[in-house]
Nanobody, 118 residues
Framework: QVQLVESGGGSAQAGGSLRLSCVAS?????MGWLRQGPGKGREAVAA????????YYTDSIKGRFTISRDDAKNTVFLEMNSLKPEDTAVYYC??????????????WGQGTQVTVSS
């Protein structure tokens, strides 16, 4: 069983930046970030393959968010720039046993709140 612990959430002004981190207790393969805004369903935001060569971004965050990983530290990051109020959500880190996926995750973090004010 892999444990995931997120950090880096908080409050920011519109146009600001935040960096989320997710540390895994063991080896992980494809990893991703998903979010759930107020009154909304959970959506996939970004994903990165086990090799780091494949990435996925949902259209609403392309050009603003960057996903990356440091396997030496079992950590995945989500750099969030040019934040908008609509980015307000609980952000979840997820890990898969597959080398590349954007939807099939086996392990989940507890979530970290991101609030963007206008």
């Amino acid at each position: 069983q892999v444990q995931l612990v997120e950090s880096g959430g908080g409050s920011a002004q519109a146009g600001g930046s935040l960096r989320l981190s997710c540390v895994a207790s063991g080896r992980t393969y494809s990893m991703g970030w998903l979010r759930q805004g107020p009154g909304k369903g959970r959506e996939a935001v970004a994903a990165i393959s086990s090799s780091g060569s494949n990435t996925y971004y949902t259209d609403s965050i392309k050009g603003r968010f960057t996903i990356s990983r440091d396997d030496a530290k079992n950590t995945v990051f989500l750099e969030m720039n040019s934040l908008k109020p609509e980015d307000t959500a609980v952000y979840y880190c997820a890990a898969s046993r597959f080398s590349w996926t954007t939807t099939q995750y086996h392990y989940w973090g507890q979530g970290t709140q991101v609030t963007v004010s206008s």
